[in-house]
């Protein structure tokens, strides 16, 4: 199916009959091996005369280069740097379109690599992204190969543009119409999106054709083609290129962005063009850039730094303050009431972010701003908050950091707005470490690293407050199974940041392999825990816990007819209540033995963890 790709062609002259006839004599009798050594000896046993008389039977290309390499090898010169000749750039080209196009067919095949089914109940569909990322290594040797191919007018008439084109038209061509893709269209890679770039841009300066001219070829073809381009590449080829071409293109962007395919590419905010666009504007039309931005910032929030910037620069403070207090709103979907106020609200507590203290540069630069203005203005309460919301922000994990900026808040001045913004973050910092938003616990309101962290924060009496508070916690604990149940990853986690000496193993690893499927997957929260527990003696209560655990895992085993016919669990808590107490493990199988005695399995999988059946 291989396609033509580089337009009309010279035709090559026709060796001769009688060098014909050798060759065919030679691939016969000889094998390739030796058929390559007779080539090179001749070779190198011609003198000056006899390269004369080869010279008039080959095509004068292929000549030049065969005297650079026996020029190169005389002289030991590295024969690498040497130009290919242009029948071996030729052959090259075409067999890596050759490839390509084996690609392009391969999405027509039903049974193909690139049409998949995750499960047989469930449609094909073709996989578009697999197919681009294999026309990645082609493409690099496209990409290679394409100064000289240029140079030498190797492919007259060639588009890398029109092969993009043709490419998008026959991915699939074949396939059922009831078959799609993934839903994800077809965006070609880096590589490819490179060799667009770098063969149009040589094309246009052949052409006399301007930079706008080459770029708004290169959007036409990503809005028309339905098809995507790596942006970055975009990018970063066109912000290399000189000043007055970027400034040319901006004008022509300028001049149709209200009408046919510039009008739709600039339409998403979100967009590689819209980004790219306002690139060229912050470089060479910073007011319109400004413009661009305010226009965007309902759709993107971020664009709205930019603004605050130039207002601070040109010390409008109130209204910076005023675009603030709108940009998170529209940060945190805030329709309504009253904004965000850093004295009484802390950011990383807020569910609408992605994750608490997510190093999210533009919201770090936000709040860097709404800092710099509260100073400016004199708001020393808000710009203490501020402080300690930034620190939050970059560091909500460092307990030791968080206790320290608290500390730093002026006494008494701000004490409410300090304990305010600790009790907020506390809540975040506990439930994280024992996954609270996993469980509804609606009666109790805290766990045991809330009383953790007010330890770490209380000066010499921390290790008595901790102490009793986590025994006093336990004691309150609802010992039924479905409470328990409820507060199982607090419990998971307490006892094994308590094992600081690895005790556990030794009393029950199984105990340590149940608790461990709760263990915070967090290893800054862990460490942070596990230092404050050390510093504050805590190894004293792990007997205390392994005392709950002797008295109360019995309630964990599960039901055998509570369970889907997979006995895992019920045997892995039932060895566990067997190393901490073997009489309550021994009641359960006699009550098991009677009720579940033709449950084949159960037993099968108690025998595989050595548990004796009476």
Known sequence: ???????????????????????????????????????????????????????????????????????????????????????????????????????????????????????HWETPYLDTSGFAEDLEPIAARIRALMPCVFEQNLAPGFSFADSLK??????????????????????????????????????????????FGFIDRICQLEETCDVGLDDEIVNEFVLKLEAEDQKEMLRGIIGNSQSGHWAEALRFVHGGWCQFYRELCRRW??????????????????????????LMERKAFQEGLILIDQTVRSMLRMENG?????????????????YPGEKNPAIISLFSHWLKLAQILKDEETACALKFQLLTLRHWRDGAAVLEALRRFPSPKFDDVRERLFEQWKKVFAEHSVQATLYNDTKRKSTWVHILVDAARAASDGRALLERGIASWMEDLDTSRKSLLQVLPALAVLTLDLDLEDQLSKISSMLKEVLNKFACADRLLTETRRAWLERLGASDLFPRVMQFWKLHAYRLVPEPESTSGNYEDCAKWLAVVRDLKSSSCEGILQEWKLKHRRRKNLWKALESLHISVP
């Not at 080959?58 to 040497?82: F, G, K």
């Not at 009253?338 to 992605?354: F, I, M, N, Y």
């Open 338 to 354: 009253a904004g965000l106020d850093p004295k009484k609200e802390l950011l990383v507590c807020r569910r609408s972010l992605t």
């Open 285 to 310: 039309d910073p007011p319109r850039y400004l413009e661009s931005c305010h226009s965007g910032i309902a759709r993107d929030w971020t664009l709205a730094l930019p603004l605050i910037e130039d």
């Open 1 to 119: 199916m291989a396609k033509k790709r580089d337009g009309k062609r010279e035709k090559k002259p026709r060796a001769h009959s009688k060098e014909l006839d050798l060759i065919g004599v030679l691939s016969a009798k000889l094998s390739r091996e030796e058929a390559q050594q007779a080539l090179a000896a001749s070779l190198l046993v011609l003198d000056e005369a006899g390269l004369e008389r080869l010279a008039a039977r080959l095509q004068p290309e292929t000549m030049v280069t065969l005297r650079q390499i026996l020029s190169s090898h005389a002289e030991s010169s590295p024969v690498n740097e040497l130009r290919p000749s242009a029948d071996k750039t030729r052959e090259e080209w075409d067999s890596a379109w050759e490839e390509w196009d084996t690609c392009v067919a391969e999405t027509g095949d039903e049974s193909g690599k690139y049409v998949l089914q995750e499960h």
């Open 166 to 211: 043709s490419t998008a038209e026959e991915v699939g061509a074949g396939l059922p119409e009831w078959m799609e893709d993934a839903g994800e269209g077809l965006v070609f890679g880096p590589e490819v999106t490179r060799c667009l770039l770098e063969w149009e841009w040589r094309t246009a300066g052949r052409e006399g054709l301007s930079a």
